[in-house]
């Protein structure tokens, strides 16, 4: 379906709407949004992706999706505006890193279920948990003082509960670390609970 002509052109189009508004957004944004929106019509219409370009086109109205993409920025901004900072201790900052690398391993586990809407949450959460871990690694890299607090930006707590949050409420669905082996699953479940409770509330994500 990318390769198709008609795709290209619905890419272009509201590329071209993002240069109007000047809105900077990446390319292969715009292509994986539209490429989810083309899917979850045809699954829905029971026909084929080819079919919903050519039939249903005209659907795709660029200055929609542009606003769909300047609200999600919008509510991101807001989002970290409204979240204070998070003074951790060493052993706390240590926790959250940890659950955060159990995300990245869940997501891989559960990677069969990466399609339709699972396929955007879980980018959302593996983003969230690389932008945290990274945000982390560089407070840890450059504190020179002998201390044992760790200040976190407020970016950095997003990132890191945007990923937690959504890990947890796919682990307490049916998604599974550990197949047939229910207690491991809620053992981690809790363990994810209390580590995430270690960071402030962020707004959406509590």
């Avoid at 201390?147 to 509960?161: F, G, M, Q």
Wanted: glycine share 4%; with cysteine.
């Amino acid at each position: 379906m990318r390769k198709s002509k008609a795709f290209k052109d619905l890419v272009q189009r509201v590329l071209d709407e993002c240069e109007r508004r000047d809105f900077a957004t990446a390319q292969n944004t715009v292509e994986e949004l539209l490429h989810a929106q083309v899917t979850l019509v045809a699954r829905s219409l029971r026909i084929s992706e080819r079919s919903v370009l050519t039939n249903h086109g005209s659907a795709f109205d660029p200055a929609r999706v542009v606003s769909m993409l300047q609200e999600a920025k919008q509510r991101r901004v807001d989002r970290v505006a409204s979240t204070p900072h998070a003074i951790l201790s060493l052993a706390e900052a240590g926790q959250v890193v940890a659950s955060l690398g159990q995300v990245v391993r869940f997501v891989s586990l559960n990677h069969e279920r990466l399609t339709g809407p699972n396929k955007w949450d879980c980018i959302g959460i593996l983003d969230g948990a690389g932008d945290a871990i990274s945000d982390i690694g560089l407070v840890l890299a450059s504190m020179t003082d002998k201390t044992d607090v760790v200040l976190l930006p407020d970016e950095a707590v997003v990132n890191a509960r945007q990923a937690l949050h959504g890990a947890v409420s796919k682990l307490a669905g049916s998604w599974t670390m550990f197949d047939d082996y229910p207690d491991l699953d809620a053992a981690i479940l809790e363990r994810m609970r209390r580590d995430l409770a270690i960071l402030p509330p962020v707004a959406d994500l509590s």
